[in-house]
Every structure is written in structure tokens, then in C-alpha cells.
């Protein structure tokens, strides 16, 4: 399951976008920035629709839509989102996760296909195919414990929009910042150029940094995140600071680790 992480303004200027587009898309992240986020929708109406729902509501929670990939296919995506106020109280921007769904909407279509097949053999037939129709039902409730799985997996991954004011970063196998939001700057303490590559032993003393390190150890080799944790960081001004933060791995397509993010 990968999130994308993304702020634009309200007229579409994509902002930021985290590098986890490149794992979904063919896009490069590079390819993104500064682009207007309406040239990736096929139907325009729908961008419509979104922005409407988004002003009104002030929010959006898994919004279907449609977006054009840059080798020219056609991807069904699923936007949580937030609209964001300046100081005056006035919509600024726009800053949510995207999840591609198309394979989901697959299934689900597949789902209602098996659903439609097995009302009809019953209809035609009753007593010898009552053991097919058994199998269907078996796989019917096979994909649905499926569909349930991942949707109780993208309530933890949500929890990254549904908490944005807390600091979010992502760091390859060794430590290092490959992406960050303003609010963990604003916890160290650096400007945003100066994150870019910053190694977590930076702003850490000898001894929590060895912790931390073995704490990424223990969740490579057994996959399983690192529940909420304090620890003790030296801001870029020297000044001392205790945070909480959690820690979970990032997998490529293939399930081999290639970082971290928290």
C-alpha cells in the first residue's frame, strides 16, 4: 500500500508531492512540482466536482476520481484531502494523500461479476450445482475478507493526513531525510533546504542515535512498526527537545525494505 503525500494551491499548482509518485506511476516527482494538477484528470468535471466538495465541506475522505498516468493510462485514485485556512480564516491550500485504487476497483468489479454469475446459475440450475455454487460463494467471501484487510490498512496510513499539524518524514535504509513536512523542519529547527539528505545522528546524541539505529534493525527484520516512542533531540540552535515519534518500513512492489517513514 502506498500514499501519496501532496499540496497544492486552490488553483491547482501542485506544491508538493512525496517521492512515493515514483513507486505508483511512471511519473518522477521532479516531472510534478509546479504543475497544474488539472492536466491529470481525463474528465475535467470531476476536478470540478472535487474542488466544490473540498470548499463546502472543508475536507473530502477517500473522493474517487480518475487520473492520467504519464505513459497515458487511465488510473481510478482515492483523494483524502483537507483545505487549509491562512491567518485571515481564507481557504490558502489544498494538502492530502492519494491512493491508487485501480486494481481495487477491479476486484470489486470481478466481485459483483461472480455475484451476478451465481444468481443466475441459480436460477437456471438448483440441486447439481449447489457445490459450484458453494465454491463462488467461497470465493465471494474470500475477496471481501480481503477488501476488509486493506481497508483497515488504509485507516493507519490515513492517520497521516487526519494528524498533518505533527511532523512526517521519510528516510532511506541508512537514516537519511529522502522527504519531511514543514511542521518536523519546524520541530528541528532547520530550514526546508537543509532537511533534504539530513542524517537522523545529526540532531541526536551518540547514545539515542545507537538506540534509534536499533530500533530500525528490529523493524526490518520482523516488518513490524515501532509503536510511539520519546526521545530526546538537539534542535539546529542547540537547544534540547523531547518527541514522540513512531516508525514503520517502505516496501518496494517486491516487499524488499528500501527505507522508513514516521
Known sequence: IQDVYYETTLAGELLEISPSIERVSSYNRSDLIGQQIENLYPDPNERECYLETILKEGNVKDFE????DKDGTIEQCAITAILKL?????????????RVITNRKKAETELRRYKDQLEALVKERTQDLESTNRQLRDQIEARIAKEEELRKSEEKYRSIIESMENGYYEADPGGNLTFFNQPLATILGYDSPEMIGLNYRTFMAPQIANAVAQRFDKIVSTGKADKLNRYAIIRKDGSPRTLEATASLITDPGGKSIGFRG
Open 86 to 98: 491562512d491567518e485571515n480564516g481564507s481557504p490558502d491550500r489544498i494538502i492530502g494523500s492519494l
Open 65 to 68: 476520481v480518475s487520473m492520467i
